[in-house]
């Protein structure tokens, strides 16, 4: 059974930095792409952040750019987003997700077939 369990979420003040976790297991996931979405309440799901498992190819939204960054560290079975100069803007629950092997968009959600429980990042002015 697949399974994406972030952690490292909180409360923080505008210009910290936070780094999220998030821990796979249940695959190989070679292949596969390691993304890194958000959510706040009645907004759509949103794409922050992506890396190929396999080949270390990294994707940004425009957004973070500069200020995130993901990484994965394959002997832990974990990925990784270290997010830095926080804005209020950034606040949502953050959500990891998997894409299998194939062509489809990494910065769409519905192209991720396994996703975590989500983290609450919330960052006050």
């Known amino acids: 059974q697949v399974q994406l369990v972030e952690s490292g979420g909180g409360l923080v003040q505008a210009g910290d930095s936070l780094r999220l976790s998030c821990t796979v297991s249940?695959?190989?996931?070679?292949?596969?792409?390691m993304g890194w979405f958000r959510q706040d309440p009645g907004k759509e799901r949103e794409f922050v952040a992506a890396q190929g498992w396999s080949t270390g190819t990294t994707y940004y939204t425009d957004s973070v750019k500069g200020r995130f960054t993901i990484s994965s560290d394959h002997f832990k079975d974990t990925v990784y987003l270290q997010m830095n100069r926080l804005e209020p803007g950034d606040t949502a629950v953050y959500y990891c997700?998997?894409?299998?092997?194939?062509?489809?968009?990494?910065?769409?959600?519905?192209?991720?077939?396994?996703w975590g429980q989500g983290t609450q990042v919330s960052v006050s002015s």
């Open positions: 249940g695959s190989t996931f070679r292949g596969y792409v």
């Open positions: 997700a998997a894409r299998p092997p194939g062509d489809t968009a990494v910065d769409r959600s519905p192209s991720y077939i396994y």
